[in-house]
Every structure is written in structure tokens, then in C-alpha cells.
């Protein structure tokens, strides 16, 4: 009654209010009272829920435009090699993508500096040898920002401080659905091309905005510094493990650990199977993500072989607990890239996952188990600008069956991971990437020579 009551108009609420008398309305008042202030105060929480984040965002921000050297001017700026901007010591993906791509430059032979954008509240990796490449300003003609389109936009334009007048700038930029958000298009006026990681990033991209979309490699290229054993990581040694990996900050529904479950449950359904599913997470503690992280703990609860660890890991420690586990499982709703599968892939792992988005630059049936999926619609708030959107839902029956015969078949098993490391190796090396990066830097060169000359011509 009273939801009703607060519809209607102002002058319609005076005029019952005058006609009702005090003892029809006091007493509803107070049945509606408790109601309206425990409304009240979830609203009241909600605002400052909203509040501390807001403060949580900008706090970053503030830490990425932290006071930097003025940049050079154009005329100053060398014209060889290359400027990478972004998060050098961020344990996140988009700081990983940096480091593999100045590991490329450095294969390749390609000088590189880094300017690093610190973010507030993250973990942190160290890499000395990276490290010595930091510069607090850009100094090269070509600058790569690995970062996102609305942080380019959040620091004002032009990769903020750590840019200069007159560079060539390139986004490096990941997305995760089909339509790039238009909010963030103006972002495109920032950059001159763009580098995606991905077929499925690079037609986002190509839709949306009018710079030049380039597909480059993403480079995967590690080597463990020695064997693990799993009782490091608290897992028996004679049981089929399956791993699936995610970070809540980069939307658990996107990632869909309910299906990996579902799966898990449907392909050794008696309890008896020497088999064990463990999700590892992290950013399950972060308040935000606490009621996800509850749910599901309880959505595990129901079988006592499915373990889920909320921890963060250094990056050769998580490399290792890939390697001590028998298969890796992503039943993901889209995937930009999709760096866990990629890097399972790289240490022999046969990868379980959705055929569709981003893995697919480096998944085929010949190399992992692609699973069949119907595509339905972004729900309300399960990811930024999803509305109107659409998302894979994984087939998680002939997940189950890829589970079981990888369970039952050592041969088959050990192939299919053999298959998926020459792939990677081959495709996805250092080596491989850097040659792509040299390619396109001596193509720029020549564009802005001849650009030069024409100007000058002109002149």
C-alpha cells in the first residue's frame, strides 16, 4: 500500500491525507514504519557501499597521475626502438601483458623503455631485470599503452603525463564482449592504431572506431625454475585433479564457475572416481566480493572432492600448481584472451574450455577440447555495458565427456598436452611476438618518413 501511495502525485498524497483521519493513518504509519527503515538503511549502506568504491577508483587514479617529469617535446624524442606505458609491477593481467611484451622487444632486439603506472591496492611483481628499463618519462616516438580505454579516458587523454606531444601512440586494449562500449569511444581520438591480442578483440575494435586494428601475438613464454611436487600445494598424489583459475575483480559471471561444477559433477557423478576439481581464486576476500565468494563456496560444498582457495599466488608459484594438476577447465561466458589456458597450454596442460571469444587465437581441435555453446543475453549487472549484449553458455554435458575420457586416458591426455605446448611454442613465443612488434615498428617508420617528406614537399 504504501509502494502505491508513494507513485502517485504530490497533490494527490495532500489531498488523501486531508480526507483520511488520524485514526485510520496512525496506525498504518506505524505498521510501515520498521519497514521504510530497513529500506532505509539498505539504501543507506548501498550509498555508502557506492561511496567507498568511487573513493577506492579514484584513489587509483590519483595514483596513476602521480606527479611525473613534464614530457619532451616532439622534436626531442628518439625514433628508434619503443616507449611500453603501463602497469610494470601489477600482478594483473594487463601488467603481465606488459612484461611479455617488452620480453619481446627484448627477443627480437627491439630497445624498449617502460613507464610505469602504479595502481593502489594490488599486488605487486618484481622483475629486476624489467625493471632497469623503468624510465619516469617517455623519451621514444612510439609509444605502446597497455592499458584500458577508460583509463585512457580517467587520465585525461593521451596516456596522461607519461605521454608527449607529437608521439605515436598505441593502444594495447582487451575487452571481453562482441560490441565495444560506445561510452569509451571517444578514447579512439587518443590513439593512432591498435594493437589486439586477439581476432575476437580486433573486430570489436574495428566496429567501433576508424584507427587501424592490428591482430599482434600475444607473447606466452615461460619456464618454470624447477619442478613442484603437489604437496606444496596441499593436493594428493594419486588423484586426477582438474584446475580452474579466476579473479572475482574480473567478473565471476563472466567466468562461470557454476558450469565448471556442473561439469565436474556430471562427468564422475558416483563420489567413488579418484578425481578432484579445485578452483582457485583470488579477490574472493575484497568486500565486494565476499557475498560471490560465499555462494560459491556453498555451490562447492555439495561434493567434498571440489576444493576452492582464495589466495594470491606469486606468478611462478601459480605456474607451478598448473603444473602439478592434470587437466584445466574454463567454461568461460567470453574471454578477451584468456592468459590462464594459454599459459596451461604452454606447460603441457589439455585445456577444457567454451569455443568462443579470445582463447580461440590459440585453441583448435587439434591442440584442446573446444566446447559447444549457445549464445544468450548479458544479464542485468553481470558486466559492464552488457545491456543488449550477448555471452557463450558452455555445453557442460560434453564438457563432462572431455573430463572423462582425459581421465581415462592417460595417452590421450599426455598427447593432447604435448600438441598444445608445440602449438604454443611455436605461435606464441617471445620470439615469435617480437618479430611481429619489429615488423610493425619498421612499417611506422616508413609511413612517418614518407608523411615527413610529403609535408615537407608541401611546404
Not at 560490441?179 to 575476437?200: C, G, H, K, N, V
Not at 599466488?313 to 603444473?323: C, D, H, K, M, V
Not at 611455436?426 to 610529403?454: D, W
Request: with cysteine.
Amino acid at each position: 500500500m504504501h509502494a502505491a501511495y508513494a507513485l502517485l502525485p504530490a497533490w494527490l498524497r495532500a489531498v488523501l491525507r486531508s480526507v483520511l483521519p488520524g485514526f485510520v493513518r496512525d496506525p498504518l504509519r506505524e505498521r510501515v514504519a520498521p519497514h521504510l527503515q530497513a529500506e532505509a538503511e539498505a539504501q543507506a549502506r548501498a550509498q555508502a557501499d557506492a561511496e567507498a568504491q568511487a573513493a577506492a577508483a579514484a584513489a587509483a587514479v590519483a595514483v596513476t597521475q602521480e606527479a611525473r617529469p613534464a614530457p619532451l617535446p616532439a622534436a626531442a624524442l628518439r625514433g628508434d626502438g619503443i616507449c611500453l606505458i603501463g602497469y610494470l609491477h601489477a600482478s594483473f593481467g594487463l601488467g603481465e601483458s606488459l612484461r611479455a611484451t617488452a620480453r619481446a622487444c627484448a627477443a627480437a632486439g627491439v630497445p624498449f623503455e617502460i613507464v610505469d603506472l602504479p595502481v593502489a591496492g594490488k599486488a605487486l611483481h618484481h622483475d629486476a631485470q624489467l625493471e632497469a628499463h623503468a624510465v619516469p618519462v617517455a623519451t621514444r616516438a612510439v609509444q605502446v599503452c597497455v592499458y584500458t580505454a577508460n583509463t585512457l579516458l580517467e587520465m585525461g587523454g593521451a596516456g596522461s603525463r607519461a605521454g608527449a606531444p607529437g608521439a605515436y601512440r598505441i593502444g594495447v586494449w582487451f575487452w571481453e564482449l562482441e560490441r565495444f562500449p560506445a561510452a569509451w569511444w571517444p578514447a579512439f581520438e587518443e590513439i593512432d592504431e591498435l594493437w589486439a591480442a586477439s581476432p575476437f578483440i580486433a573486430a570489436a575494435l574495428a566496429a567501433a572506431g576508424r584507427k587501424p586494428v592490428l591482430t599482434m601475438p600475444h607473447a606466452v613464454d615461460f619456464a618454470l625454475d624447477r619442478p613442484y611436487g603437489r604437496a606444496q600445494f596441499g593436493l594428493p598424489a594419486d588423484v586426477f585433479v582438474v584446475l580452474f583459475t579466476f579473479d572475482f575483480e574480473s567478473h565471476a559471471e563472466r567466468k562461470n564457475p557454476d558450469a565448471a561444477i556442473a561439469a565436474f559433477l556430471a562427468a564422475f557423478p558416483s563420489g567413488e572416481e579418484d578425481a578432484m576439481l579445485l578452483i582457485k581464486t583470488i579477490s574472493g576476500d575484497l568486500p565486494q566480493h565476499q557475498a560471490q565468494f560465499e555462494r560459491l563456496r556453498a555451490a562447492a560444498a555439495v561434493d567434498a572432492r571440489i576444493s576452492v582457495s582464495d589466495a594470491a599466488l606469486p606468478r611462478e608459484e601459480a605456474y607451478g600448481l598448473i603444473s602439478v594438476c592434470d587437466v584445466y577447465l574454463s567454461l568461460h561466458r567470453s574471454e578477451g584472451f584468456g592468459l590462464g589456458m594459454a599459459e596451461a597450454m604452454l606447460l603441457g596442460k589439455p585445456v577444457v574450455a567454451t569455443a568462443y571469444s579470445g582463447n580461440l587465437a590459440f585453441m583448435n581441435a587439434d591442440n584442446s577440447c573446444l566446447v559447444d555453446y549457445a549464445m544468450v543475453p548479458v544479464g542485468e549487472g553481470e558486466y559492464v555495458h552488457g545491456a543488449g549484449q550477448h555471452w557463450a553458455q558452455a555445453d557442460t554435458a560434453q564438457a563432462a565427456q572431455y573430463l572423462r575420457r582425459l581421465h581415462g586416458e592417460p595417452a590421450y591426455r599426455a598427447a593432447l598436452g604435448a600438441r598444445a605446448a608445440q602449438y604454443m611454442r611455436e605461435h606464441h613465443a617471445y620470439a615469435v611476438a617480437g618479430r611481429a612488434i619489429r615488423a610493425r615498428l619498421e612499417e611506422i617508420a616508413a609511413l612517418r618518413t614518407a608523411a615527413e617528406r610529403g609535408g615537407l614537399a608541401g611546404a
